[in-house]
């Protein structure tokens, strides 16, 4: 995590601070004068990089414009991609089986580096731009209640009901420098892992998703016709290669974001439950977290057992379930991380993906430790298995069931009716 702080030199006196996680947009501007009149504090705005669009820098100098007596710019893409990203890779999450958690995991590590400058500041509350309604909420409160209970959370948009119209208003009577911009149909979050997007004509979810809701992928049908060929190395899990360069995490999945999206690969469209218990139409684009979960997949299914198999998949659900509903710093995703780890100490070798017309195929996979052995699968020669040994092994596995089936035997099933 790389910061850069800058402050105006005022004096605060012995007023409170409190931090606030600073976009840079309109709600989260407004929020610094609403905070120091409703609160009486001194704000302290937070602006963090996990790969989405805007300056940062440009964010710092806003805020101290608006009011803030220190304000932060956060580069925390590398420890998003490393600590947050690759141990959801482990273990394969989607939550309920669709989405890559690209929103939900980045909100515990914002939490995290709030923390960290709250108490760098001496700072008594935290601050968010979530709203009532969403998940969001949530994954910040608990998230900071978990790593810093001591600390109060404010959340303006909970107490103060504005609409947009009357916020800009509002920016205009106190002399608040907002983004002029074109307002936008949708809402819109992005990171390195994924962007969502819902509101506006997606909350008919009869509808199909308009091409201008998009941004990341082309669809599918103006897709290049040949398809492109991608080969992921991995080790231990962890995706380390494109095409045999080894990348670092954050550049591995930013060129995977741009080569998976312009062949239209990632496109989501799920009708979800939310924690607060709405079910909610979203729309997401995350190209390279579904090529590199599909790859991660085929990989784990050619070196691990079938019962490692079998039982990983109960545990990744879970773990996404926690990871949506905000519990990333809970002790039993803590306890399945190790559990994930240790599955991934022969996750190492090459994933071959197809990417074509918004489809990410897995097309060949290779592996020091694979455990597909050609000469007990073969049918042709050089056929290894011993096929003589199939008779005892079906009698064996079968006892169990002709043994019950003899015990619980009635008499009609017998064909002997009484008569």
Not at 14 to 23: F, H
Not at 154 to 179: L, Q
Not at 205 to 210: L, T
């Amino acid at each position: 995590m790389h910061c850069t702080n800058s402050k105006d030199g005022r004096e605060t006196g012995n007023r409170k601070k409190i931090v606030l996680a600073y976009s840079g947009g309109l709600d989260t501007s407004v929020a610094i004068k609403w905070l120091e009149d409703r609160y009486d504090v001194d704000v302290v705005a937070v602006s963090i990089d996990l790969g989405q669009p805007g300056d940062m820098e440009a964010n710092v100098e806003r805020a101290r414009s608006i009011g803030a007596v220190s304000a932060y710019a956060v580069d925390a893409k590398k420890e998003f991609a490393e600590d947050y990203i690759w141990p959801a890779l482990k273990a394969n999450a989607l939550y309920q089986g669709v989405y890559p958690l690209s929103t939900a995991i980045a909100r515990p590590l914002i939490a995290k580096i709030l923390v960290d400058v709250a108490r760098k500041e001496g700072a008594q509350s935290i601050a968010h731009g979530c709203t009532a309604k969403g998940n969001d909420q949530v994954r910040f409160d608990v998230s900071i209640g978990a790593l810093a209970p001591e600390l109060g959370i404010v959340a303006p948009m909970r107490e103060w009901v504005m609409t947009r119209e009357e916020e800009i208003d509002y920016a205009k009577e106190n002399g608040i420098p907002i983004p002029v911009k074109k307002a936008s149909p949708y809402s819109v979050d992005e990171n390195l892992w994924g962007r969502s997007c819902e509101c506006g004509v997606l909350e008919d979810a009869s509808q199909e998703p308009p091409e201008d809701s998009r941004s990341w992928t082309v669809s599918p049908q103006h897709a290049p016709d040949m398809p492109a060929y991608v080969e992921i190395g991995f080790e231990k899990g962890v995706p380390v290669s494109l095409d045999g360069e080894r990348l670092d995490a954050v550049e591995l999945i930013v060129r995977l974001n741009e080569l998976a999206g312009s062949h239209g690969v990632g496109r989501i469209d799920h009708v979800e439950d939310r924690l607060v218990g709405i079910k909610s139409r979203e729309t997401y684009e995350c190209p390279a977290a579904i090529t590199l979960t599909k790859a991660h997949q085929s990989l784990e299914g050619m070196v691990l057992t079938r019962d490692v198999l079998s039982y990983k998949k109960g545990a990744e659900q879970r773990y996404a379930e926690l990871a949506y509903d905000g519990y990333w710093f809970s002790p039993l995703r803590e306890a399945l991380d190790a559990f994930m780890e240790k599955t991934q100490e022969f996750v190492t070798g090459t994933v071959r993906v197809k990417l074509f017309k918004g489809m990410a195929e897995v097309v060949g996979r290779s592996s020091p430790h694979s455990l597909y052995n050609e000469g007990l699968a073969t049918y042709a020669k050089g056929d290894e298995f011993d096929h003589t040994s199939a008779k005892g092994f079906i009698y064996v596995w079968g006892l169990p069931l002709r043994t019950a089936a003899s015990a619980y035997r009635t008499d009609e099933a017998s064909g002997d009716r009484g008569e």
